[in-house]
Nanobody, 122 residues
């Protein structure tokens, strides 16, 4: 199995900064794309940003220029630095990883963390 553990959420004022991290552990051959998703009350879960194993990144239009995603492949850890936070960034943030479990199988499996709450409020 693969476990993803997020940390770093909390309460921050509008315009503030917050950093999230997601550590992957368990038994696997490789981790391919990792990403951060978020879900606000009454809304569907949406992709915030993703990072492939070669460092290619994508961002939702709503966070471009404010959020930065990065990963440490050696430590199997994903990061999200969030600046200029807005009230609309308030949500539960989930880490996701697409994992290849075994070298002898091409099957990829998606795993999710338990989520961490980010609240932007004065």
């Amino acid at each position: 199995q693969v476990q993803l553990v997020e940390s770093g959420g909390g309460l921050v004022q509008p315009g503030g900064f917050l950093s999230l991290s997601c550590a992957a552990s368990g038994s696997f051959y490789s981790i391919e794309t990792m990403g951060w998703h978020r879900q606000a009350p009454g809304k569907e879960r949406e992709l915030v940003a993703s990072c492939s194993s070669d460092g290619t990144t994508t961002y939702a239009d709503s966070v471009k220029g404010r959020f930065t995603i990065s990963r440490d492949n050696a430590e199997n850890t994903l990061y999200l630095q969030m600046s200029s936070l807005k009230s609309e960034d308030t949500a539960v943030y989930y880490c996701n990883a697409r994992v290849r479990r075994f070298v002898w199988s091409s099957t990829r499996v998606d795993y999710w963390g338990q989520g961490t709450q980010v609240t932007v409020s004065s």
